[in-house]
């Protein structure tokens, strides 16, 4: 149901979601951003600072897209609050009956509210006595209801079937609440005024990282005709593969595996070769050798090469075939900035096929059965 959102002169919804990012990102940061504290703000989550101080578990639950921007906040609570925290397939959570220490805080990812298995997954633990927060874009939703608190993504409506901006936002909203936890506990004033300001240029960067459009579909061209991608990364861009593969296989129907980029080594190298492209997320930070050297290791076994980086450097250019320059960004906002030429590949691709780029087969926007 497209209800009264308009293409706005776009061929799909999907491709105006994908544009409209800058501004969702800037919605999701409007009013949360605190400079005098250097810290973020929200009003909804219905915790005392004493509950919000006393958090010793973090688990966040969601399905499809909303897991892969768990894993993302993973990296970053972890990174920045220094909180332990697991990821958990709302499917799974719901039946495994894990053992849960007190002081854990659940966080429900969603971008519709009414994912069956993430409302079910919350319910469970509330029942047990945790405490839970939605991360959530519908307004009022059925998981925004049954949360004790939580944060609106306020994406604005998502109608294209795969996830882009309400992944996008969700990102930056885990982002703020790292921030939110860690000035809570260690993190200085000057850090936390840092990640304010490196979240302000975020919308800027995006904007420029979306201008790599014409290159990418010259690019979807050449490999739209595949049946198999790799797509590959580290650390903050090991969920970006994981979530790259993921919008491939929705809308063209292309079988495409999302992997650590170290972990390529030990199984998924033997599907390398001359009709197997490998794209390599890689902008520069920690690991960036590493996977240089793993996109050679696949290079040298006759596999086409496409790189995601931001800076130019010779040794990528000799050994990628393709490469896809976004703007650098500190590490833990590259999912953001490196998920947009994989959205805009994908979107390419499934064009190029004859997709019904909106509505893929066999999917649905929100999945409210089990
Ligand atoms: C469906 C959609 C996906 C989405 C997933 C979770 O499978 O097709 O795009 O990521 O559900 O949806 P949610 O609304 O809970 O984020």
Same mark, same amino acid.
């Given at each position: 149901?497209?209800?009264?959102?308009? !293409? #706005?002169?776009?061929?799909?919804?999907?491709?105006?979601?994908?544009?409209?990012?800058?501004?969702? !990102?800037?919605?999701?940061?409007?009013?949360?951003? #605190?400079?005098?504290?250097?810290?973020?703000?929200?009003?909804?989550?219905? !915790?005392?600072?004493?509950?919000?101080?006393?958090?010793?578990? @973090?688990? !966040?639950?969601?399905?499809?897209?909303?897991?892969?921007?768990?894993?993302?906040?993973?990296?970053?609570?972890?990174?920045?609050?220094?909180?332990?925290?697991?990821?958990?397939?709302?499917?799974?959570?719901?039946?495994?009956?894990?053992?849960?220490? #007190? #002081?854990?805080?659940?966080?429900?990812?969603?971008?519709?509210?009414?994912?069956?298995?993430?409302?079910?997954?919350?319910?469970?633990?509330?029942?047990?006595?945790?405490?839970?927060? &939605?991360?959530?874009?519908?307004?009022?939703?059925?998981?925004?209801?049954?949360?004790?608190?939580?944060?609106?993504?306020?994406?604005?409506?998502?109608?294209?079937?795969?996830?882009?901006?309400?992944?996008?936002?969700?990102?930056?909203?885990?982002?703020?609440?790292?921030?939110?936890?860690?000035?809570?506990?260690?993190?200085? *004033?000057?850090?936390?005024?840092? @990640?304010?300001?490196?979240?302000?240029?975020?919308?800027?960067?995006?904007?420029?990282?979306?201008?790599?459009?014409?290159?990418?579909?010259?690019?979807?061209?050449?490999?739209?005709? &595949?049946?198999?991608?790799?797509?590959?990364?580290?650390?903050?861009?090991?969920?970006?593969?994981?979530?790259?593969?993921?919008?491939?296989?929705?809308?063209?129907?292309?079988?495409?595996?999302?992997?650590?980029?170290?972990?390529?080594?030990?199984?998924?190298?033997?599907?390398?070769?001359?009709?197997?492209?490998?794209? *390599? @997320?890689?902008?520069?930070?920690?690991?960036?050798?590493?996977?240089?050297?793993?996109?050679?290791?696949?290079?040298?076994?006759?596999?086409?090469?496409?790189?995601?980086?931001?800076?130019?450097?010779?040794?990528?250019?000799? @050994?990628?075939?393709?490469?896809?320059?976004?703007?650098?960004?500190?590490?833990?906002?590259?999912?953001?900035?490196?998920?947009?030429?994989?959205?805009?590949?994908?979107?390419?691709?499934?064009?190029?096929?004859?997709?019904?780029?909106?509505?893929?087969?066999?999917?649905?926007?929100?999945?409210?059965?089990?």
């Amino acid at each position: 149901d497209t209800g009264e959102v308009s !293409l #706005n002169g776009y061929e799909h919804y999907m491709l105006k979601e994908i544009h409209e990012q800058p501004d969702s !990102l800037r919605n999701a940061m409007r009013g949360r951003l #605190n400079d005098e504290d250097a810290t973020a703000v929200f009003g909804g989550l219905n !915790l005392t600072p004493q509950q919000l101080r006393g958090v010793e578990r @973090i688990i !966040l639950t969601g399905c499809g897209t909303s897991w892969h921007s768990a894993l993302v906040g993973e990296y970053m609570i972890e990174e920045f609050a220094r909180i332990p925290v697991c990821v958990e397939y709302a499917s799974e959570l719901r039946y495994r009956n894990p053992p849960i220490e #007190n #002081n854990t805080l659940v966080f429900g990812i969603t971008q519709s509210g009414e994912t069956a298995d993430t409302l079910a997954a919350l319910n469970e633990t509330k029942r047990k006595g945790h405490r839970t927060l &939605a991360l959530c874009n519908v307004v009022g939703s059925s998981i925004a209801q049954a949360a004790d608190g939580g944060v609106y993504l306020h994406a604005g409506p998502e109608i294209g079937v795969a996830s882009t901006k309400a992944y996008s936002s969700q990102c930056c909203v885990l982002a703020m609440l790292s921030l939110y936890f860690g000035r809570m506990r260690h993190m200085s *004033f000057e850090s936390g005024g840092r @990640i304010i300001e490196e979240l302000r240029r975020l919308p800027a960067a995006v904007e420029q990282a979306l201008t790599c459009d014409s290159e990418v579909r010259r690019i979807a061209a050449k490999y739209a005709d &595949a049946s198999n991608f790799l797509y590959l990364g580290r650390r903050y861009n090991f969920p970006t593969a994981l979530e790259g593969a993921l919008k491939l296989k929705e809308i063209s129907y292309i079988h495409a595996e999302g992997y650590p980029a170290a972990e390529m080594k030990h199984g998924p190298i033997a599907l390398v070769d001359e009709h197997t492209p490998s794209v *390599f @997320i890689m902008p520069r930070g920690t690991t960036y050798d590493k996977v240089m050297s793993n996109m050679e290791e696949v290079k040298a076994r006759g596999g086409p090469v496409i790189a995601v980086a931001s800076h130019e450097e010779a040794q990528i250019r000799r @050994i990628a075939d393709e490469v896809i320059m976004i703007p650098e960004v500190p590490e833990f906002l590259q999912p953001i900035v490196s998920a947009i030429p994989l959205q805009l590949l994908s979107y390419h691709i499934a064009v190029l096929r004859g997709c019904d780029v909106d509505k893929p087969r066999n999917l649905a926007k929100s999945v409210t059965v089990e």
